[in-house]
């Protein structure tokens, strides 16, 4: 492979139970209630847009979208302010391709909110600068569709069959599918139950370290 994308949420930072935990806190204002397998299906992994049609059942404008949407990141940051670090092995592995010139970036569902407060709480401009990742603007349709990593590819001047991708999410290993990935790896962060997909399956960055040497 010459080239990664990474998904963020989950995958470089491992925050599933604080999104869990903020929805959670979200939904009983608006008693609404779902499973975690229900929180699976509809919610990780997808665009806000998407989540909050599946939260209240209906098409919303996207100026509804957006203020319940920012409503439930406000929650999801005051949970996880405290705990915000990268995930095991990840700035190692950062290193590792860049002393390789294996050039990577970021393709998210994350919105700007809180890409905003990824910045100021991680050294995200270390590794990655803000004009070299793909997070949902709005312009995006959300994963399963292929288009975020279409232009994380872009970013970093690459056809997708030369990229490998990290994903956690149901949702976002299908939109890597989509894309046409090289390879696809499957960060497991909260232990779920990924045997339909036939994919390695790591628990540490630096794990995959060899896959990418000469």
Known sequence: MKGVIFDFNGTLFWDTHFHSRAFDIFMERYNVRFSEEEKRQKIYGKSNIDIMHAIFGCVLSREESHRYAVEKELIYQDLCRD???????????????????????????????????????????????????????????????PDIFLAAAGKIGLPMYDIAVFEDSPAGIKAAENAGAGKIYIVDSNGDDYSRFPYRI?????????????
């Open 83 to 145: 705990c915000v670090e990268f995930a095991p092995g990840a700035e190692a592995f950062f290193e590792f391709l860049r002393k390789r010139d294996i050039p990577f970036t970021i393709g998210s569902s994350v919105g700007v909110e809180n890409m905003n407060f990824y910045y100021e709480h991680l050294d995200m401009a270390k590794w990655f600068p803000r004009e070299r990742i793909v997070y949902n603007d709005g312009t995006y349709r959300g994963k399963p569709a």
């Open 202 to 214: 790591i628990r540490n960055f630096m794990d995959v370290a060899a896959d990418f040497s000469d």
